[in-house]
Nanobody, 114 residues
Framework: QVQLVESGGGLVQPGGSLRLSCVAS????????MNWYRQSPGKGRELVAT???????NYADSVKGRFTISRDNAKYTVYLQMNSLKPEDTAVYYC????????WGQGTQVTVSS
């Protein structure tokens, strides 16, 4: 059965860092593009970062230079390193896997506040 399990969210002060992890199971991880999305209250889901099966990356303008997406194919895991966090980064962060089908994780809350 397919699973995407996110972890690593929490409360952090502005300027701080967090690393999110998403462990995949139940499908051939290496074939899939992996994405991180986020959703804040009252807003739509926003694509934050993408990593292809060959390691190419892309970022939303709002996080460029602050966030880094990476993947470990041996561990079936994708990461999102978030530095210089801002209050506007507060959201539920979701892991997403895309190939011929789309899978979603359950989300992990990130709150940036002093």
């Amino acid at each position: 059965q397919v699973q995407l399990v996110e972890s690593g969210g929490g409360l952090v002060q502005p300027g701080g860092s967090l690393r999110l992890s998403c462990v995949a199971s139940g499908f051939t991880f290496t074939n899939y593009v992996m994405n991180w999305y986020r959703q804040s209250p009252g807003k739509g889901r926003e694509l934050v970062a993408t990593i292809t099966s060959t390691g190419g990356t892309n970022y939303a303008d709002s996080v460029k230079g602050r966030f880094t997406i990476s993947r470990d194919n041996a561990k079936y895991t994708v990461y999102l390193q978030m530095n210089s966090l801002k209050p506007e980064d507060t959201a539920v962060y979701y892991c997403n896997a895309f190939h011929w089908v789309v899978y979603w994780g359950q989300g992990t809350q990130v709150t940036v506040s002093s």
